[in-house]
């Protein structure tokens, strides 16, 4: 079992918090992660996959013009994703990613293995950051779904 999980879940605890997650391109594999945890229900809210732009507006409310402004894989994009999460659930922390996990989709300025996560509380509070990580498709999928649990401790500890 991951001790970062174990920890995570005794801070959420002890905080008397619940987290959600806003999924893209992990397709739920950090709310996976999390449910690896004996007795996740008393710290885990849910969390929603919204792979397609439509489904980013309907469950978290995502306003197409973002999306067309600044794209799904964007800073913008997932700060609003993280925000929806909170604001359709009953949880007080979020975390949210979007990125392009190859082997096709990327450009340019978006190359495979971009990947966007953001974190968000109640607070309110709202860190986000890009990384570009390297590797298949699962490859990035692992090391965004590991990104996005550390960053999920570090806010909440923080």
């Given at each position: 079992?991951?001790?970062?999980?174990?920890?995570?879940?005794?801070?959420?605890?002890?905080?008397?918090?619940?987290?959600?997650?806003?999924?893209?391109?992990?397709?739920?594999?950090?709310?996976?992660?999390l449910t690896e945890l004996a007795g996740s229900s008393a710290w885990l809210e849910?969390?929603?996959?919204?792979?397609?732009?439509?489904?980013?507006?309907?469950?978290?409310?995502?306003?197409?013009?973002?999306?067309?402004?600044?794209?799904?894989?964007?800073?913008?994009?997932?700060?609003?994703?993280?925000?929806?999460?909170?604001?359709?659930?009953?949880?007080?922390?979020?975390?949210?990613?979007?990125?392009?996990?190859?082997?096709?989709?990327?450009?340019?300025?978006?190359?495979?293995?971009?990947?966007?996560?953001?974190?968000?509380t109640v607070d309110p509070v709202i860190k986000s950051q890009c990384y570009k990580f390297n590797g298949a498709r699962k490859a990035?999928?692992?090391?965004?779904?590991?990104?996005?649990?550390?960053?999920?401790?570090?806010?909440?500890?923080?």
């Amino acid at each position: 079992m991951n001790t970062q999980i174990l920890q995570l879940a005794d801070s959420l605890l002890a905080r008397d918090w619940r987290v959600v997650t806003a999924e893209s391109c992990t397709g739920g594999g950090v709310a996976a992660q999390l449910t690896e945890l004996a007795g996740s229900s008393a710290w885990l809210e849910g969390g929603f996959v919204t792979y397609s732009n439509a489904m980013k507006q309907r469950a978290l409310g995502i306003s197409p013009a973002l999306i067309e402004q600044h794209g799904a894989v964007s800073q913008q994009c997932v700060e609003a994703m993280a925000t929806g999460a909170l604001d359709n659930s009953l949880a007080q922390i979020s975390v949210a990613i979007s990125g392009i996990a190859g082997p096709g989709g990327g450009s340019e300025d978006k190359p495979v293995g971009t990947v966007w996560i953001a974190w968000a509380t109640v607070d309110p509070v709202i860190k986000s950051q890009c990384y570009k990580f390297n590797g298949a498709r699962k490859a990035v999928r692992d090391q965004a779904v590991e990104q996005a649990i550390s960053g999920l401790l570090e806010m909440i500890s923080g």
